[in-house]
């Protein structure tokens, strides 16, 4: 009996132990790196509010949080660009050791940070790391698993980002009982730990034979450089992809920094009324354990949806093509987040978390399967870092401008009520101030659609080579 043909199998069993072991590093470089950015999320407010000087008020809390967002994901998006070309030059595998090696360094030091702008800077260093992963981790599978089990595996590498994050939950949910101003800095510490990875990766991980071949001919017959912006943005065939692939991850990378990982900041309020409704009696201790325990679960069941959300997004662009399938996404992810948004309003309400999550992070598995897809081996990590990572420069502005626009839209609500409104009415009035410039940032999906009749459909297609 003849065996059954490779194209008959299913895409996991077309692959070697060499091909699992190239899957399995790049997805944990990539699970670890998000475990991290989820980890900051949970500790930011807590460690700021620990390092600052004493007497900061409330809303200098706030802001001092979402500048230590902003720094972060500048610090991300500039990691990005380095290492996406680094990766190009000298090696996936090589570059790919570098950057969890930093992310979880850094990580670990800020734990030991003595105040708020010693904090910020680790926090800065942490995102040059953690932004050179996914281009590094998208390319190194791409240019080493076989033309048909690509794509489905660069979706599952997307989905185990939510395994990261989940886990981050449940950490932060295992220290909900400690002084939040010392839990902090143990999510940090755990943060370190994948830099005990780096030790397989240099030692053990090989670098794809695609990009050798590319650099050899590079090397020998004076070809066009590798890693090279000149050659990015200089040639038009691939300055066009680049561009339009970059607005198109500027959607979908501000709408989940600037608004959907904000979901903790419409949440907390809601749990804080429950858990007193609840027990009128709660001491200020046990309110702020529940709160931490509750907002790890949201964490927890946003990116439960994500992981779904991520799997079946894979699925259906391998039937029914990138494009079609990024429209009904950025559709989606649009609706839920307004529905979210508008409509969350007690704990029997965080189902709707994980249906934002679902909507908001299925597009996140578009991009590690279409972007590598628009560029050839020598530009590969250059340009998916490139297209990823530049909208976290936008996406680093969305706390700030999400906070600006909540405080304008609040003063404006505030000075509508009455005079003799009362605390509670103000703090509601607040309240929907925040919903409201939510839902206005959520108009970031649109330019996703825009963009999209001017970006090429690659399903079906090899990668482009020269």
Not at 326 to 332: H, L, N, P, R, V
Not at 381 to 402: D, H, K, W
Request: net charge positive; with cysteine.
């Amino acid at each position: 009996m003849s065996s059954p043909s490779v194209s008959a199998l299913p895409w996991y069993r077309t692959l070697t132990p060499n091909h699992w072991f190239v899957f399995t590093v790049a997805s944990l470089a990539w699970m670890f790196d998000c475990l991290d950015q989820q980890l900051f999320i949970l500790a930011r407010d807590n460690a700021v509010k620990a390092l600052s000087a004493a007497g900061t008020s409330g809303p200098e809390l706030k802001s001092l949080s979402g500048w230590a967002q902003s720094i972060f994901v500048a610090g991300w998006a500039l990691g990005g660009l380095i290492f996406g070309s680094v990766g190009d030059r000298i090696g996936r595998a090589k570059t790919l050791s570098i950057t969890v090696l930093i992310y979880s360094l850094c990580t670990g030091l800020s734990a030991f940070s003595r105040d708020v702008t010693e904090f910020m800077i680790y926090r800065a260093l942490t995102g040059l790391g953690v932004g050179g992963v996914f281009g590094l981790a998208v390319a190194l599978v791409a240019d080493s698993l076989p033309e048909l089990a690509r794509p489905k595996a660069l979706g599952l590498l997307q989905a185990l980002s939510a395994v990261g994050n989940v886990t981050a939950g449940l950490i932060a949910m295992s220290l909900a009982e400690m002084d939040p101003m010392n839990s902090w800095k143990y999510l940090f510490w755990i943060g370190a730990a994948p830099a005990f990875l780096c030790i397989f990766i240099m030692f053990r991980l090989k670098e794809p034979v695609k990009w050798i071949a590319a650099r050899d001919a590079s090397r020998l017959t004076g070809g066009k450089a590798m890693g090279s912006y000149g050659s990015l943005f200089g040639e038009v065939q691939w300055r066009r992809p680049a561009i339009l692939g970059m607005i198109l991850c500027v959607s979908g990378v501000v709408g989940l920094w600037g608004v959907g990982f904000f979901s903790g900041a419409l949440i907390g309020p809601a749990i804080e009324n429950a858990l007193k409704a609840q027990n009128p009696a709660i001491t200020p201790a046990a309110l702020a354990a529940g709160k931490q325990w509750w907002t790890a679960a949201n964490l927890i069941v946003q990116n439960i949806g994500a992981f779904f959300g991520m799997i079946l997004f894979a699925k259906l662009a391998h039937r029914y093509g990138r494009k079609t399938v990024f429209a009904f996404g950025f559709i989606a992810a649009f609706a839920a987040t307004i529905f979210f948004y508008q409509n969350f309003q007690t704990k029997a309400d965080i189902w709707m978390t994980g249906l934002m999550g679902f909507c908001q992070l299925s597009i996140f598995a578009g991009f590690a399967i279409y972007l590598p897809e628009l560029f050839p081996t020598r530009l590969r990590s250059t340009g998916v870092s490139f297209c990823y990572n530049v909208g976290r420069f936008i996406a680093a502005t969305g706390p700030i401008t999400l906070g600006g626009l909540q405080k304008y839209l609040s003063e404006k609500a505030v000075a509508a009520l009455p005079t003799t409104a009362d605390a509670l009415s103000k703090a509601d009035a607040q309240l929907t101030a925040f919903r409201s410039a939510a839902c206005w940032l959520a108009c970031i999906y649109v330019i996703g659609l825009l963009v999209l009749p001017f970006l090429p459909e690659t399903k079906g297609r090899p990668m482009p080579e020269e």
